[in-house]
């Protein structure tokens, strides 16, 4: 007698299927004063996030994080007075910010960082754990950016450095031009000339288990 077929799918015990988790959180605040002026979560832009990480694995010179860059276009006042938020630009691979206008460098490698020592990346991990952080570091010194009203008491939130969005931008070849990694949208900060804002970015990368299986 011919034996019957078993067609179920057998697991198979060597093959992995966890996945990544990556999230980030924003802190802006006044290394002086201690002032927090943002204290929130962040969004990933997942596509490029992906895109990004295959190639640092993989050993290739581009993809990696380069710079913070600062907006003024995710908000606006409607006519009741109520401050109204646009969404996050996660989708697409030519996403960015909605009006970028100011831009630091804080690869502490590279040869367009003008001052690494405060604005910079570095790699946390404690042994045993299975997530590491990325702490990216941006200080806005009080004569940066050029151009920027002397107090911070502006009533028109359209100025060019009252930032209401921010994202982490990759290498790609071209400075100022890179892939979007991350998004995050907030309540309007001015940067001024008497005051101090730093930025405390940190993106966490997680492996997790009993994932869905969508390998190829």
Not at 22 to 40: C, F, R, T
Not at 70 to 90: K, R
Request: glycine share 8%; charged share 20%.
């Amino acid at each position: 007698m011919e034996k019957s077929k078993d067609n179920t799918k057998k697991s198979n015990p060597s093959r992995d299927t966890g996945g990544i988790r990556a999230e980030g959180h924003l802190k802006i605040w006044d290394p002086e004063s201690k002032e927090v002026y943002v204290n929130q979560r962040n969004a990933i832009h997942y596509e490029n996030f992906s895109y990004a990480l295959a190639n640092c694995l993989a050993n290739k010179d581009n993809r990696f994080i380069h710079e913070m860059h600062f907006g003024n276009g995710a908000s606006s006042v409607d006519p009741t007075g109520i401050l109204i938020y646009l969404p996050t630009n996660t989708t697409g691979t030519n996403a960015g910010l909605y009006n970028p206008t100011y831009y630091k460098v804080v690869d502490n490698r590279s040869v367009y960082n003008l001052d690494p020592t405060r604005n910079y990346t570095e790699v946390r991990h404690v042994t045993g754990q299975t997530y590491s952080d990325i702490l990216i570091t941006c200080l806005l010194d009080y004569g940066e950016p050029a151009g920027q009203d002397a107090f911070d008491n502006s009533t028109n939130m359209d100025g060019n450095y009252v930032f209401d969005e921010l994202g982490i931008k990759s290498w790609t070849g071209t400075l100022g031009q890179g892939d979007l990694l991350t998004h995050v949208v907030f309540n309007p900060v001015q940067k001024s000339l008497n005051r101090l804002i730093q930025i405390d970015y940190t993106i966490r990368i997680q492996t997790l288990t009993n994932f869905v299986d969508n390998s190829i």
